[in-house]
T-cell receptor
Framework: EPEVTQTPSHQVTQMGQEVILRCVPI?????FYWYRQILGQKVEFLVSFYNNEISEKSEIFDDQFSVERPDGSNFTLKIRSTKLEDSAMYFC????????FGSGTRLTVV | GQNIDQPTEMTATEGAIVQINCTYQTSGFNGLFWYQQHAGEAPTFLSY????GLEEKGRFSSFLSRSKGYSYLLLKELQMKDSASYLCAARYSGAGSYQLTFGKGTKLSVIP
């Protein structure tokens, strides 16, 4: 079964540093998403991406966040200046009839 | 925002049947998904309902009532490996996106 691949699996960064989380979506899927899950809390929508542009974003997705599809395959989430409260699991998901989630990146901001 | 409500925790015995309920807001509703999530792992797809009725897939079944804003996930012949969180997620028609709104998840513990 096709998979969504995310790297790195775990990232530790200092507060104020920039991080880039990477995702390789399933190749024939057209809609891409980033979600996050703070430990012990629910999965929250961050942003959706279609046709090389953002189609919707949540209140969480402020100016510190950006997404790109730099080379037609990878799909990245950048956090410009990380805060302690950005510590969470970040999941990439792609969609056809169902939503397939990547294995996630555990981001720890110290 | 759209609230998705499901019980926080449930406990059931190995071999038994358990039903996990979920209620959601009906305005703009476009489909209901159930996911299984083991601790520290990604959600994995279990089922999808968009029309009223029951969808059966092996030991797992999911039911939807659109008029009532209600769904349930039924797990039969429970196994220890079914201990996990079960996430109810609704899709709503939005402005050019089909993002999912998740409930907080129901942590199911299967005991011998």
């Amino acid at each position: 079964e096709p998979e969504v691949t995310q790297t790195p699996s775990h990232q530790v960064t200092q507060m104020g540093q920039e991080v880039i989380l990477r995702c390789v979506p399933i190749s024939n899927h057209l809609y891409f998403y980033w979600y996050r899950q703070i430990l012990g809390q629910k999965v929250e929508f961050l942003v959706s991406f279609y046709n090389n542009e953002i189609s919707e974003k949540s209140e969480i997705f402020d100016d510190q966040f950006s997404v790109e599809r730099p080379d037609g395959s990878n799909f990245t989430l950048k956090i410009r200046s990380t805060k302690l409260e950005d510590s969470a699991m970040y999941f990439c998901a792609t969609q056809d009839s169902r939503y397939t989630f990547g294995s996630g990146t555990r981001l720890t901001v110290v | 925002g759209q609230n998705i409500d499901q019980p926080t925790e449930m406990t059931a015995t190995e071999g038994a049947i358990v039903q996990i309920n979920c209620t959601y807001q009906t305005s703009g509703f476009n489909g209901l998904f159930w996911y299984q999530q083991h601790a520290g792992e990604a959600p994995t797809f279990l089922s999808y309902n968009v029309l009223d009725g029951l969808e059966e897939k092996g030991r797992f079944s999911s039911f939807l009532s659109r008029s009532k804003g209600y769904s349930y996930l039924l797990l039969k012949e429970l196994q220890m490996k079914d201990s996990a969180s079960y996430l109810c997620a609704a899709r709503y028609s939005g402005a050019g996106s089909y993002q999912l709104t998740f409930g907080k998840g129901t942590k199911l513990s299967v005991i011998p």
